[in-house]
């Protein structure tokens, strides 16, 4: 399971044979997020998400599946194709928003592994397991 950054912004699904959505995101994650909509959408229905995530502002556009949906007009996406330079960067922004609400031991593990000069996929990793250890 992924961590899931609570955030509300727009975000704009185009369909390709219906008309766009529009909604509000909940939270998104590495692999999809949550958003609220007026519009009803079923499971296994595909779109083109699009968003700007705030600060630092960060444009995606996600080829999406719906995952699942309820009764208060929220649905669950998940992102079956992200460029690779669009995902590295979510993931940054992610590692960021997850640093923010970690307690300070953990976020000094975090800053530890920045000074080894690690490639930072190998940091967030070293600093993920570092994390759920420090959490048993």
């Known amino acids: 399971r992924y961590f899931r950054c609570p955030v509300v912004v727009p975000v704009v699904l185009n369909r390709k044979t219906a008309p766009e959505v529009f909604g509000q995101a ?16 079923a499971p296994g229905s595909e779109a083109t998400a699009q968003f700007t995530l705030p600060d630092p502002l960060l444009r995606i556009t996600a080829e999406s599946r719906v995952c699942w949906n309820n009764e208060k007009g929220e649905v669950g996406l998940s992102f079956h194709f992200l460029p690779f330079d669009c995902a590295s960067q979510l993931q940054s922004w992610l590692a960021q928003k997850l640093e923010k609400q970690l307690p300070q031991p953990v976020t ?11 490639p930072s996929s190998i940091r967030r990793t070293v600093c993920l397991r570092n994390c759920f250890t420090l959490g048993r």
């Open 26 to 41: 909940v939270n998104i994650s590495e692999r999809g997020m949550a958003l609220s909509t007026l519009t009803p959408l």
């Open 108 to 118: 000094d593990k975090f800053r530890e592994a920045r000074r080894r000069h690690l």
